[in-house]
């Protein structure tokens, strides 16, 4: 996770320093502008302060959202296969067999029905409990840092919001100095204020869809940690029979 945030904060301070120091040349030169140099002209003119802010914010979010959408992908498991295995190993092998299967398995399922198993021999209670308890652990672990995601959500439009209430204050400064309130003089406070707020807002709009996917992954994974678990319960009552 750390190296993920340290070469994603890395390459947007790289980025911003190369937007800073090509942005004299693309303004000189003539012919129509790329999306790109549009998108660095306007980042920079909308401040390099709150607008490199926010590109951190959007930086650190995709940091923390990729290593989710990784971690989930990877915990991510065939359920029915595996209950299907442990049934076939207590069949065949015993609760031995069946931990040796859980063993074998990554993922979230495959580590709580190994603390079943291992409650195995003090009852079904005993086995419940520790199934209950550990799941509980598990679903810990596939919410880790999930808040910050959301913080940064939050955080993006704010800050851009805030450099639009700077822009409009420089754009009254304007009128106050020059004694005029024309179109001229406040022009530029007021793009700065309109410039922040689109890019906090689609910042706020990027990661939200990351976090809905993060959090409709986590869903469906508790889903099936919780179908899994009852289904363990009843291998084992079936067993001990």
């Known amino acids: 996770m750390k190296k993920v945030v340290n070469i994603l904060t890395v390459t947007g301070f790289m980025f911003l320093g190369a937007i800073q120091s090509t942005y004299a040349q693309d303004a000189a030169a003539e012919g129509s502008e790329t999306f790109h140099q549009i998108l660095k002209r306007y980042f920079i003119e909308g401040g390099p302060g709150f607008m490199g802010i926010v590109l951190v914010a959007l930086i650190l979010g995709l940091a923390i959202a990729i290593e989710r959408i990784i971690y989930l992908n990877m915990a991510t498991t065939n359920t029915k296969k595996l209950v299907a295995s442990v049934d076939e190993a207590l069949s065949s092998g015993g609760v031995e067999a069946a931990k040796e299967v859980c063993r074998n398995t990554k993922g979230p399922v495959a580590s709580i029905f190994y603390q079943g198993l291992e409650r195995a021999d003090e009852g079904l209670e005993a086995a419940e409990k520790a199934v209950v308890g550990y799941g509980g652990v598990q679903m810990g672990l ?100």
Do not use: C, H, R
């Open 142 to 241: 596939l919410e880790k840092n999930i808040s910050w995601i959301s913080l940064f959500i939050a955080l993006a439009p704010m800050l851009g919001f805030m450099g639009t209430v700077i822009g409009m204050i420089k754009s009254f400064d304007a009128i106050a100095v020059a004694n005029d309130i024309s179109p001229a003089v406040v022009a530029v406070g007021i793009k700065v204020a309109l410039l922040t707020t689109v890019f906090g807002l689609v910042v706020a709009i990027i990661l939200q869809i990351f976090y809905n996917y993060i959090i409709s992954k986590v869903d469906s994974i508790v889903n099936n940690m919780e179908d899994a678990s009852i289904s363990l319960i009843d291998l084992l009552a079936k067993y001990k029979k």
